[in-house]
C-alpha cells in the first residue's frame, strides 16, 4: 500500500502563487508516475499536470505555463508550483501516484483563490 498526503492548499487572491506538496509513505519502492487532479464542485475530476519516471512532464492546457510540476525520488515526494492563479482554479486537488499500475489517491487539499 501507498499513502499519499498533501499538503499545501490555502485561499490565496486571483494572481497569487502557491506550492502544493504531495509525500508517499508505506510501500514507496518503485513508484513511477505521480499526477495532480483537480475538481471543482459540481464538475468531474480534471488532470492538471503529471510527471513520469524519467521526469516527462505533461499539463492541462488551462494550467500550461503557469504550474509546474516536479519531483523528489529520494523524497518520495511531488509538488506543484502554481503561478498567476486564477478564480477558475479553485478546487480539491489531488496528488496521484502509480505504483506497479495501481493508482493511489490522496485525500485531497483545497485550493481557493478570490477574485
Known amino acids: 500500500q501507498v499513502q499519499p498526503v498533501e499538503s499545501g492548499g490555502d485561499l490565496v487572491q486571483a494572481g497569487g502563487s502557491l506550492r502544493l506538496s504531495c509525500v508517499a509513505s508505506g510501500s514507496t519502492f518503485r513508484l513511477n508516475t505521480w499526477a495532480w487532479h483537480r475538481q471543482a464542485p459540481g464538475k468531474q475530476r480534471e488532470l492538471v499536470?503529471?510527471?513520469?519516471?524519467?521526469?516527462?512532464?505533461n499539463y492541462a492546457d488551462s494550467v500550461k505555463g503557469r504550474f509546474t510540476i516536479s519531483r523528489d525520488n529520494a523524497k518520495n515526494a511531488v509538488y506543484l508550483e502554481m503561478n498567476s492563479l486564477k478564480s477558475e482554479d479553485t478546487a480539491m486537488y489531488y496528488c496521484?501516484?502509480?505504483?506497479?499500475?495501481?493508482?493511489?489517491w490522496g485525500q485531497g487539499t483545497q485550493v481557493t483563490v478570490s477574485s
Open positions: 496521484k501516484v502509480v505504483r506497479f499500475g495501481i493508482p493511489y
Open positions: 499536470a503529471q510527471i513520469s519516471s524519467s521526469g516527462i512532464t
